[in-house]
Each structure stands twice: as C-alpha cells, then as structure tokens.
C-alpha cells in the first residue's frame, strides 16, 4: 500500500480527534496536543512548555518504512532519534500501528487496538479514580506515620517527650524498610520498560536507567600466582588488600581483569525531583478534605477508617507493666 493512502487516513483520524484530546509519547511521555492538520504535516503543542512543533510528513514515511522493513513489523523505540517520539505517537492515530513500551517497540498490526491518547484529554494524574486501601505493609506504615506528625509539633524534636521520639524512630524505620522493598519491586519492573539512558518522566519526576560497574577480587591463588609471575612479591599483597593490588597494578603491565572478577549492574536512580508539582499536589488534596461536606458518605468513610486507626495506634503503643496485670488478676 502505498504511503500517501496511509498519511491520509492518519490526517483523517487526528482532524477526528477531540479538541482538548492529550497524547503520550513513548520514551519520554512529554504529553502534547495535535493543533492543526496540514497536506504535509501535522502541528503539535506540548502541555508542559510554551512549545509549537511540526511534524513532517517525510519524516512519519520513514517512520514507515523502517517498521514495514523489519521481518516481524516492529521498529525498537530506543532506535528512534531524539526528538522522534511524537512521531510514534502520532502514528498510533493510524488504526494499524500501536506502541508496546513493555516490549519496547512500535508495530504494525492488523489487530492494532491502542492508541497514546489519555483519556478524555487529561493526564492519568489529572484522572479522579475511586481510592481504595492497597494491602501493602508501607501503606500501613505511612498512615501511621501521617497520623503522628499530624500528632506532634515537629518544629522543634528538643520539645517532644523520650517516648513520643521513640514511637517516631520506630515507624519511621519501618515506613524506611517497607518503602525500600517495594522501591526495589518498582525499580525492577522499570528495568524492563526503560530501553535506553535517557530520562523518563512521570508527575513528580523523572528516572532514567543506567549501569554501576562491579569488580571483585579473584580466588587468593590465582591474584598471588599473577602478580609473582609479574615480579611482585608476594609479601606485599599476602593479605589480598585491594589497595594493595591497585598499587601493584600500577606498576605491572597486568591487566585488571587478571586480578578481579568484574560485572555490571542495572539499576535505577532518580534524575529529577518535580518539588513544586509535588507541593500542588498535596495542596490540592489538603484543599480538597477541608472544602468536603461532612454528610457526604465517602467523607463518613473517611473519618471512621481514621477512628479505626486512631484506636489501633493507641493498641500498639499502649503499655500495660507486669506489676498491674498480676495485682488485676488477683483483684479479679
């Protein structure tokens, strides 16, 4: 088929798409808007920058092309050039061609059902979906520890009493243990969806995959016999210090792998932190909970699940001694 029946029906889609209709692009999931249509590309603004794109018409036929050459139909997003993403997304308009982030690739398909437009034109953060409570132990840990800074002033720790810093020393560790577990659940799924080293942005931030370099040191036997036959005495490495063996490598033509064991490590770190959207953010749900109407059911909900708690935490840091359980027994 050729391309220009293929850029028509694409046109015909996007001059279909409601007005405030958001599309995502892969990769970088900079959300924008298609503005204008014309014989020979298509205009887009982004959301989050004062920005006027156009995309062209060429460049969405070598889009194509790429795809249909590949033996299965599928083009890798990390192959895209930097600015190319749009172009996917826009091309996923066209009723053949989706984006597979998990698989990491743009296909043509004739089963072709998604599209990167959002829903109703807002952002899956601008989205109101019902609120449930997730059966995770950070969950539970962070609505204790809401609910003892909301307890305590904070302003100055010197002021709270041993006991009331002791219960926060212990939540806050375990909110620490059980953010980091889950932390490491969600860096492990990102591994499989991030396909190059470039940022990736959500509401709150960006994270971008990246590689930590590991080496250890080699059985004793084999790091003793490599550097004595290199003329380094054994005396000075008995005890396989790395300094040590970083000091003999200087001076021997040994290469490091002679000496360590090496490896890389995939992993995650955050590049960016978005302090301002994530301060609306919490204005907003603190805006929203003093603006609610105290008949409504949801806001009754609410405020049981918080006596609910208010009892729990009261359970868990009560303290009964031994002394008045035996004379309550005996009494009894």
């Known amino acids: 088929m050729p391309f220009s029946v293929s850029w028509h029906t694409l046109l015909d889609h996007a001059e279909d798409l409601?007005?405030?209709?958001?599309?995502?692009?892969?990769?970088?999931?900079?959300?924008?808007?298609?503005?204008?249509?014309?014989?020979?590309?298509?205009?887009?603004?982004?959301?989050d920058k004062d920005e006027t794109v156009p995309l062209q018409r060429e460049q969405f036929e070598t889009l194509y092309r790429r795809i249909q050459d590949q033996p299965a139909n599928e083009f890798e997003l990390d192959r895209l050039p930097p600015d190319a993403a749009p172009y996917a997304s826009a091309l996923t308009l066209h009723p053949r061609f989706e984006v597979d982030e998990d698989a990491g690739v743009i296909r043509e398909s004739e089963d072709a059902i998604s599209t990167q437009v959002l829903d109703d034109g807002t952002s899956d953060a601008d989205t109101n979906t019902d609120r449930h409570e997730p059966d995770l132990q950070v969950y539970s840990d962070a609505l204790l520890l809401t609910d003892s800074l909301e307890r305590h002033e904070m302003d100055d720790l010197a002021e709270l009493e041993t006991d009331a810093l002791v219960n926060l020393y212990t939540i806050l560790s375990d909110v620490q243990r059980s953010a980091d577990d889950l932390r490491k659940e969600v860096a492990d799924m990102l591994l499989n969806r991030l396909h190059h080293d470039r940022p990736v942005s959500g509401q709150f931030g960006s994270v971008q995959r990246t590689s930590r370099r590991q080496r250890t040191l080699k059985d004793e036997e084999t790091v003793l016999n490599a550097l004595e036959a290199a003329g380094i005495d054994r005396e000075r490495v008995t005890s396989v210090d790395r300094d040590k063996v970083d000091d003999a490598l200087e001076v021997t033509e040994l290469s490091e792998s002679d000496l360590y064991e090496t490896g890389t490590t995939e992993y995650v770190r955050k590049a960016d932190v978005d302090e301002d959207t994530k301060e609306t953010r919490l204005q907003g749900l603190k805006d929203r909970l003093a603006a609610s109407d105290e008949d409504d059911e949801e806001v009754q909900q609410l405020q049981e699940e918080i006596e609910e708690l208010e009892d729990r935490i009261e359970?868990?840091?009560?303290?009964?001694?031994?002394?008045?359980?035996?004379?309550?027994t005996q009494h009894g």
């Open 18 to 47: 409601p007005e405030d209709a958001t599309l995502v692009a892969p990769i970088s999931h900079a959300e924008f808007q298609i503005t204008d249509t014309q014989e020979h590309r298509i205009i887009i603004d982004y959301r």
């Open 315 to 328: 359970e868990l840091t009560s303290f009964s001694s031994g002394t008045a359980y035996h004379t309550g």
